[in-house]
């Protein structure tokens, strides 16, 4: 579902979509928050890039990461906070000795998570086990070598540089390195895209990880959309 900014103040099936608030960008743009009922949207001028019905990918995020490192305790870096879908799955996934640090860039993005978003996120951010940073994920990683047992990244719409031109220091091959130098051995790069990219799986390869890439349908029981994510394991 993608509703235009323009199109919030307009009346569609039955519910009135509402203009909640809007959030500069570090570096450029411009981030909406939009609700429709019971339905909550970020959106990047006419894209969504977030929706409280479409979790399941970003669940599986964080899910498929602990599964493949086969074990709950460890430290694990979140880049984007969202609507915490991914932290949400990270901690029912990892036990009570785990540390789970997310770097959130868009400090108004906190801010609805413990506002108009806080019935969604719950008591996630209170959890003892969560540390959250107001900072560009690609400079945690790059200040922490052989810090992380996993990273989970899902800060735009794939491996590039949608949302701010900036993130594609993420995905190009010295930010792929980087991202390798801050894992310990053994460790998990996880990264959510909406789209498959078979240049940037060879992107990580170059950069030492071992990858598989996982097909998964946005939404539990609905395949009609489907996102990828790429699990780019460290050699233990």
């Known amino acids: 579902m993608t509703v235009s900014v323009q199109e919030a103040d307009q009346t569609a099936a039955g519910e009135r979509y ?3 608030d809007a959030a500069f960008i570090p570096g450029g743009g411009k981030l909406h928050l939009i609700r429709q009922g019971d339905f909550y949207s ?3 001028a006419d894209d969504e890039l977030m929706g409280s019905h479409v979790r399941h990918s970003e669940q599986a995020l964080a899910t498929l990461t602990c599964e493949r490192l086969g074990r709950g305790d460890g430290r694990v870096l ?3 906070l969202g609507m915490g879908f991914t932290l949400g799955a990270a901690l029912a996934a990892w036990g009570p000795e785990a540390e789970i640090v997310v770097a959130e860039l868009v400090p108004e993005v906190v801010t609805w998570a413990r506002g ?3 019935h969604i996120f719950g008591d996630s951010l209170t959890d003892p086990r969560v540390a959250l940073e107001v900072a560009d994920v690609h400079d945690v990683i790059v200040r922490a070598p052989g810090s992380f047992d996993a990273i989970l990244l899902d800060v735009d719409n794939g ?3 949608l949302v701010q031109l900036a993130n594609e220091r993420l995905y190009c091959d010295w930010g792929l390195r980087a991202s390798y130098a801050a894992l310990r051995a053994g460790g998990v790069l996880a990264i959510w895209s909406a789209y498959s990219d078979a240049d940037f799986v060879l992107r990580l390869e170059r950069a030492g990880f071992a990858v598989e890439e ?3 349908a946005a939404e539990e029981y609905n395949d ?3 996102h990828t994510i790429w699990l780019a394991a ?3």
């Open 42 to 44: 970020i959106q990047f």
């Open 116 to 118: 108009p978003l806080a």
């Open 159 to 161: 491996p590039d540089g």
């Open 234 to 236: 460290k050699p233990a």
């Open 78 to 80: 979140i880049g984007g």
């Open 214 to 216: 996982i097909t998964i």
């Open 224 to 226: 009609n959309v489907n």
């Open 18 to 20: 509402e203009y909640i």
